[in-house]
């Protein structure tokens, strides 16, 4: 878990690296500034406000101990297991199982399941996807995450600026270095910050995965529900919308089909790998 936490804040310093870098091209130690100032505004826009529009986009309709007595009855237990303060709930309509976790920390969290995911799953299994919701709310993964997606946006966005500022010209009072430099970052820069994201994501899902079965006290019902999860989605997989793909991250598994798909684009680890790595876990708590 210290592994994966370093590597997270290695990424998140190369993240910020790649960021600088572009605005230092498109316009020196102003461009740098603008830059940091851009990312910052959105960062401030997305800490207070990200869960509210997750949850917006996908419908979501909080429920409670009326509507949904056994969902909130087993994320209040799991809560209290975990030591954490007791987050809202949410359902999400649809037949696609899944499920999310979302909010700034820990005393302003949700989570949400699918329908879907509530229909196909035993007890067992559901509670430790609930487990694993609650685990990265532990760990902070839910800002993480909207820190990482907010700067690959701000890099995607620089870079375009600064490949529209190459075009018109900005170049022309560079030395052929910096101008080839320019070029490269302008093309490469979106590129390695998706790569980056995706990497994050996927350590905070293995590191989810161990806290998830700890909490529940059952790795093997929470690879189960990764095993049926992943066979759901290959059958009622979500549309792949672009806001949709942006938020892809939050969910417990991938929600698109993605067999095909290369595993350094993927948001999550191979099921197989995690499946094993639960598995080990479960001989270490025997």
């Known amino acids: 878990m210290r592994t994966n936490g370093l590597k997270t804040t290695l990424l998140l310093a190369t993240m910020t690296g790649l960021l ?5 091209l498109a316009g020196g130690r102003a461009g740098m500034t603008i830059a940091l100032g851009f990312a910052a505004v959105i960062n401030f826009v997305s800490y207070w406000y990200s869960d509210k529009i997750a949850l917006k986009m996908y419908r979501a309709v909080e429920v409670n101990d009326a509507s949904a007595p056994q969902l909130v009855g087993m994320v209040r237990d799991l809560a209290r297991r975990a030591d954490l303060p007791m987050p809202r709930v949410y359902v999400i309509p649809g ?4 499920a999310f976790a979302t909010g700034r920390n820990p005393d302003n969290a949700a989570v949400a399941a699918t329908e879907g995911i ?15 919701e609650l685990a990265h ?17 701000a890099i995607s966005w620089l870079a375009n600026m600064l490949q529209w500022g190459l075009i018109f010209g900005m170049g022309r009072n560079r030395d052929g270095g910096n101008a080839a430099a320019a070029i490269a970052m302008a093309i490469l820069a979106p590129l390695l910050a998706l790569l980056i994201q995706m990497g994050i ?3 905070r899902e293995y ?13 093997m019902a929470l690879a189960s529900a990764l095993r049926k999860i992943s ?11 672009p806001s949709h793909q942006a938020t892809a991250h939050l969910f417990i598994a991938s929600p698109f089909r993605g067999r095909q798909a290369m595993a350094l684009l993927s948001t999550h680890p191979p099921v197989d790998e995690r499946i094993a790595r639960l598995q080990a876990l479960a001989t ?3």
């Open 20 to 24: 600088l870098m572009i605005g230092g």
């Open 95 to 98: 037949r696609t199982p899944n």
């Open 118 to 132: 509530m229909e196909l799953l035993t007890y067992d299994e559901l509670a430790g996807v609930m487990a694993h």
């Open 201 to 203: 994501s996927r350590s």
């Open 231 to 241: 066979a759901g989605v290959e059958r009622v997989p979500m549309s792949p919308s």
């Open 207 to 219: 590191m989810a995965d161990e806290g998830g079965a700890r909490i529940s006290g059952n790795p």
């Open 284 to 286: 270490r708590l025997r």
């Open 137 to 153: 709310i532990k760990h902070r993964d839910t800002l993480v995450s909207t820190v990482v997606a907010t700067l690959a946006g």
